[in-house]
Every structure is written in C-alpha cells, then in structure tokens.
C-alpha cells in the first residue's frame, strides 16, 4: 500500500473539471486509488464519490494506492496534481 498526501493549490478546489481529469487518470492505473479528506473517503475512479468529497483550495487530501504498480502510479499522480490542482 503507497500513500500520497497533498495540499490543494487550486483556489477553486476539485471541481467539476479537474474531478474529471483526476477520475480519468486514476482509471488509468493498474491498481485501486482511493481518496480521502478528513474522514470522508472516496474511490478515485467515481466521479460524484470524488465530487461528494467537497474539496476546497487549502484542503489536505490523501491517496491510498493499492494493487499492482502502485508505487509508479503514485508519482504519475502526484507529477498530475501539482500540474493541475
């Protein structure tokens, strides 16, 4: 199991159009990404779970990549969310 943290730079937050990227790219991988914000969690791979997460500019989220080739999928996703959140 590989964890990511992440602080959201975007002032927005995930809305509607990176929620659709990151779902996109989380679909991508080999392996199960899960999100998380406070004590909400979310599979990366459904758009109204990451939606329901609510996240903010300034919120923590926290990935949990679990499965094959979940620590190469960690960095591709930590290299997409400094590029678009």
Known sequence: ????????????????????MLVKKAKEFGCK???????KTADAAKMFAVM?????????????????NEAEAAQTLEA???ENL
């Open 1 to 20: 199991m590989t964890t990511l943290r992440y602080t959201v730079t975007d002032p927005l937050g995930l809305h509607a159009r990176p929620a659709g």
């Open 33 to 39: 990404v899960m999100l998380a914000k406070g004590e």
């Open 52 to 68: 329901g997460l609510s996240v903010k500019g300034g919120d923590e989220i926290v990935f949990t990549l679990e499965g094959d």
């Open 80 to 82: 997409f969310l400094k």
